[in-house]
């Protein structure tokens, strides 16, 4: 049997619940949520002379639940219009439509009793054969299937999403007794291909994979912070981007998550897994028990292990809680020599081994901290998991983790890893020891552009399966290297297609690059037949080298600076107009020049999490590798007979002079920066680059042709400029923008008109790029766009003056 998801029915709308109705709209699914009938009026139904019989009252629990999710930040929804998607009702009068479903996700509170009677009233309505998985995080499955009939046994299974569902990528799958491999093979390639999900089969364990590792690691360190004699800033600093990990780190991930939510999962932990050589592990510390009492919770509290106080003068600052005296004081910095010797080591694996070797505190740290993390979870296979590779991915998609458990390890050392393990008082796991003795010395090898781990039963290395629909870089990069230099590597994806990696600091545009990108068509128009570009660094690319514009700049090398800018600009048309077809695939950020050459390809294949946009304002300047050229060419395409021509124009200024950025890819159709029809969203990025490669093939067996320039663009020049010289006065008259963002609006708005022409005319691309290029350089010799340029540089965010 073919099975197809078109219909969900999500029971419980809380966080979790609205969540994962939000995110199967995001694919598109249409999502009937229910939850629970209020028992009594609120204050404002009975003002209103509401009764418990009107549908609004009997359907409020569900409709508040879902509209404080749609209202949260970050947005669980790709698009403000996908909440369309979701049909609410309560348990009682809709319950029946659950007959209607593909698949019946409940999402109750954690409470095995009160699960079982809403199983008991779905299996009334379900219909055979319609999946049905419970989001749990820690109950076992086998208790919640318990005297089910046989076909709800076949077809049920647990589903764990982790919080929040659209983005953290873990999506663990744990089968009970009777689960059919049918429904856990469906269940996994959905997870994978369609929900965008790392999907991983876990076993019927206390917190499954994830929150078993995960929850071990955070307490593991709230009992190191105590016995090291170390502040929370200490642990923040040690334990975030340094090694791979969110921003947020330690404590400040616990507030935003919500203490009370990790001492649930950790006490669960503490009952239910007695035989668990780190047992004592999960007892919560003394300061974790007061934080409780006080119902110091994070963010949900106001309060945590940080606390976000207004001073006098309105402005707010950070406290930290000394977790000695268990008062909130001012931040303390923190310094650590080993951590000044990783500043130069951009790749995140290369650090471990300095970390580890620190002779400093930071040093103990490392030392203490991996050996444990390497100990334990050494010992759970194969207590919950056979595949050790299941264990990095649970850790990876579910916290964020740059690098799994293992991975780390072997970025040490295996060999290495053991010594240290040993010196601070822990032992591997037998096997280990007997994957050494095997001959290999390693968890993952890479062989012919796959991934390899080794397999504990057959004591070799075995292909991670699933990666036949991936482009993995990190393991082609040097075999199928075409071209390098500084700023890039040219790959050979195969059947004939090319792809650019940007591999620059945060991935941005420099001369080197742009070098590369020639460099890649060059050799693409000569012996292949066509070009992706693709990286899988954090972001897409951050934009243009604002360094080496500021210090053109600075240096008054104008010469120089128009010939860059031109560079730029003539590479941006080489993408649109080469001989071959070309495919950028974006993701995470793609703002300025990233944008701007997204806007040049044949085609986007973009991942949903992709926010791009043009946002040259906020450095003083306009988009001029053609970002303004091309967005006034969108707005004349879109000019229709009888249309009001400068309203879709003055929608495209406006694109750039708010710098809008999309919050979705899905979103980056609203202001033409993606073009229905023409652009393609990838909700896996593990897939993306596949399916950019596959499109470009697609597009060269297709007959591509080469585009010929445009040279009939139209611009409606006075009328349209007057319109917006007099929206930036008001603008500026009413302190909505300042002097000199009125200037850079006024150039901007220069360009889009195509220039003060007594009427509205047709010209040239190449028209547009000198007038974009010259109030670019007009703007490089302001001192208030130097001022931007350098606080970008100096604070990583933009200056309004």
């Given at each position: 049997m073919k099975r197809r998801i078109n219909k969900v029915a999500v029971i419980g709308s809380g966080i979790m619940g609205s969540g994962i109705a939000c995110h199967f709209a995001n694919i598109g699914v249409e999502v009937l949520l229910l939850d629970i009938v209020p028992r009594e009026l609120n204050e404002k139904e009975k003002k209103k002379g509401l009764t418990l019989e009107d549908k609004e009252v009997r359907n409020r629990v569900v409709n508040e639940s879902l509209q404080s999710s749609l209202k949260s930040k970050p947005s669980p929804i790709y698009h403000k219009d996908f909440a369309n998607?979701?049909?609410?009702?309560?348990?009682?009068?809709?319950?029946?439509?659950?007959?209607?479903?593909?698949?019946?996700?409940?999402?109750?509170?954690?409470?095995?009793?009160?699960?079982?009677?809403?199983?008991?009233?779905?299996?009334?309505?379900?219909?055979?054969?319609?999946?049905?998985?419970?989001?749990?995080?820690?109950?076992?499955?086998?208790?919640m299937s318990e005297g089910r009939s046989e076909d709800f046994q076949k077809h049920f299974c647990g589903t764990h999403f982790f919080n929040p569902p659209r983005y953290l990528r873990l999506f663990e799958i744990i089968p009970g007794p009777k689960t059919s491999e049918e429904t856990l093979d469906f269940l996994h390639m959905y997870g994978e291909k369609f929900l965008g999900k790392n999907s991983v089969v876990a076993k019927d364990t206390p917190a499954f994979i994830g929150n078993r590792i995960g929850i071990f690691s955070i307490m593991s360190l709230f009992h190191t912070v105590k016995d090291m004699d170390m502040t929370i800033e200490e642990v923040d600093k040690l334990t975030g981007p340094v090694i791979g990990r969110q921003k947020s780190a330690t404590f400040r991930t616990v507030d935003v998550v919500g203490l009370d939510t990790l001492v649930h999962v950790a006490n669960g932990l503490y009952e239910n897994v007695p035989d668990d050589e780190q047992h004592e592990l999960f007892k919560l510390p003394d300061f974790i028990e007061t934080m409780m009492e006080k119902e110091w919770l994070g963010s949900k509290s106001g309060q945590g292990f940080y606390k976000k106080i207004k001073k006098e003068d309105g402005s707010s600052e950070i406290k930290s809680l000394d977790l000695e005296t268990m008062e909130y004081r001012d931040r303390k910095s923190a310094k650590f020599d080993t951590l000044e010797q990783t500043k130069t080591i951009d790749k995140v694996e290369d650090r471990f081994e300095v970390l580890i070797n620190g002779k400093d505190k930071a040093g103990d740290f490392y030392r203490k901290n991996f050996s444990a993390l390497f100990a334990y979870v050494s010992n759970r296979i194969p207590e919950i998991s056979d595949e050790l590779y299941k264990i990095d991915d649970g850790m990876k998609a579910g916290f964020g983790w740059e690098h799994g458990p293992f991975q780390i390890w072997d970025a040490i050392g295996v060999k290495k890893g053991i010594e240290m393990m040993k010196a601070e008082g822990y032992e591997p796991a037998a096997w280990v020891n007997e994957m050494l003795e095997s001959g290999n010395e390693s968890f993952y090898t890479v062989k012919e552009g796959n991934t390899y781990y080794y397999s504990i039963p057959d004591k070799k290395q075995a292909k991670i399966p699933g990666q036949d629909a991936f482009i993995i870089l990190d393991n082609i990069r040097e075999s199928k290297e075409v071209f390098k230099n500084s700023g890039v590597v040219v790959e050979d994806l195969g059947d004939g297609i090319l792809n650019v990696e940007f591999r620059s600091k945060m991935n941005s545009i420099g001369g080197d690059v742009l070098d590369g990108i020639n460099k890649a068509i060059d050799i693409a128009e000569k012996d292949y037949q066509g070009l992706v570009v693709a990286n899988d660094g954090k972001n897409f690319s951050v934009g243009a080298n604002i360094g080496m514009i500021f210090m053109m700049a600075v240096e008054q090398e104008y010469d120089e600076l128009n010939m860059a800018i031109k560079y730029f600009q003539d590479t941006m048309m080489r993408m649109r107009y080469s001989s071959i077809p070309t495919v950028a695939a974006p993701h995470n950020m793609a703002l300025g020049g990233g944008c701007e050459l997204s806007l040049h390809a044949d085609k986007v294949v973009a991942h949903a999490e992709t926010y791009i946009g043009l946002v040259e304002f906020g450095v003083g300047v306009i988009p001029g590798g053609g970002g303004s050229k091309e967005m006034t060419v969108r707005a004349s395409e879109t000019f229709e007979k009888d249309d009001v021509e400068l309203n879709r124009l003055r929608e495209h200024f406006l694109t750039i002079g708010m710098a809008k950025v999309s919050t979705s890819a899905y979103e980056a159709f609203d202001t033409n920066i993606l073009q229905k029809g023409k652009d393609v969203i990838v909700?896996?990025?593990?897939?993306?680059?596949?399916?950019?490669?596959?499109?470009?093939?697609?597009?060269?067996?297709?007959?591509?042709?080469?585009?010929?320039?445009?040279?009939?663009?139209?611009?409606?020049?006075?009328?349209?400029?007057?319109?917006?010289?007099?929206?930036?006065?008001?603008?500026?008259?009413?302190?909505?923008?300042?002097?000199?963002?009125?200037?850079?609006?006024?150039?901007?708005?220069?360009?889009?008109?195509?220039?003060?022409?007594?009427?509205?005319?047709?010209?040239?691309?190449?028209?547009?790029?000198?007038?974009?290029?010259?109030?670019?350089?007009?703007?490089?010799?302001?001192?208030?766009?130097?001022?931007?340029?350098?606080?970008?540089?100096?604070k990583g965010k933009p200056l309004r003056n």
């Open positions: 998607r979701i049909k609410t009702g309560n348990l009682e009068d809709d319950i029946s439509k659950v007959s209607e479903v593909d698949w019946i996700i409940e999402v109750v509170v954690e409470k095995l009793d009160i699960k079982k009677k809403v199983f008991d009233d779905l299996e009334k309505h379900r219909k055979e054969g319609t999946l049905i998985t419970s989001n749990t995080s820690g109950i076992p499955i086998k208790y909700v896996n990025k593990d897939r993306q680059l596949a399916i950019a490669k596959k499109h470009a093939l697609l597009m060269a067996e297709n007959g591509y042709t080469k585009p010929i320039q445009r040279s009939n663009i139209k611009v409606l020049g006075k009328q349209a400029l007057g319109a917006f010289y007099v929206g930036t006065d008001q603008m500026n008259a009413g302190n909505y923008i300042s002097d000199h963002d009125k200037k850079i609006a006024n150039k901007l708005a220069y360009v889009m008109a195509g220039g003060d022409l007594s009427e509205a005319s047709y010209v040239s691309e190449q028209y547009l790029l000198d007038l974009e290029r010259e109030a670019f350089l007009s703007l490089t010799g302001e001192r208030k766009t130097l001022e931007r340029l350098q606080h970008m540089l100096k």
